[in-house]
């Protein structure tokens, strides 16, 4: 089985992010990629887990090559952090801005912000040089998009609030913090 890793590598002093395919694996890297299958394999099937109580959340740069800016000179860069689940749901988006007022986000009346607020949407700056998840941002993600998710999916299927779910996510230092 051939697995390809991908990694963002970010230096917070410059602020400057690159991608890149990693060049130093484990030397146990395939046992790692098996074992985590196989415990998510059993943890599906002993804990009977359906496809829409799988997540799977990743993040990606988002620049003004990807988004139109109409009579704007600045550059708007942010960090879309996207969830979906394997019966192919996609949850609502968290943009991330870096900036330190609420003016980095959308505006009110920006074209469609009202459907992306009815959508669930959740727009966040983060008062910091950088626009990249932090754990204030994982955890606004967690209390206001995946776990309402859960607990709404749960609700309508008719599953008990203590059925297990799994949230799979990329591990970044802000996931491996003693706050997280």
Known sequence: MALHFDVQIH??????AQHS??????????VLCKEALFC????????DILASLYVNTDQTQCGTKQVLIISEDKKHVFTAVVSITCSGT???LQIIYKGAM???CPHLTALHYDNCISEGFCFK???????????????SLVDNIIAPYFEQVKAALGLPPLQKAIWQIDMWSVHCSAKF
Do not use: C, R, V
Not at 11 to 16: L, Q, V
Not at 21 to 30: F, R, S, V
Not at 40 to 47: C, D, F, L, T
């Open 102 to 104: 609420m003016k980095s």
């Open 11 to 16: 230096s917070s002093d410059s602020g400057y």
């Open 40 to 47: 998510i394999a059993y943890a599906i099937k002993e804990e």
């Open 90 to 92: 996609m949850l609502p």
């Open 125 to 139: 700056f983060l008062k910091t040089n950088t626009y990249w998840s932090t754990h204030e941002t994982m955890e």
């Open 21 to 30: 395919t990693a060049q130093k694996l484990p030397d146990n890297w395939e």
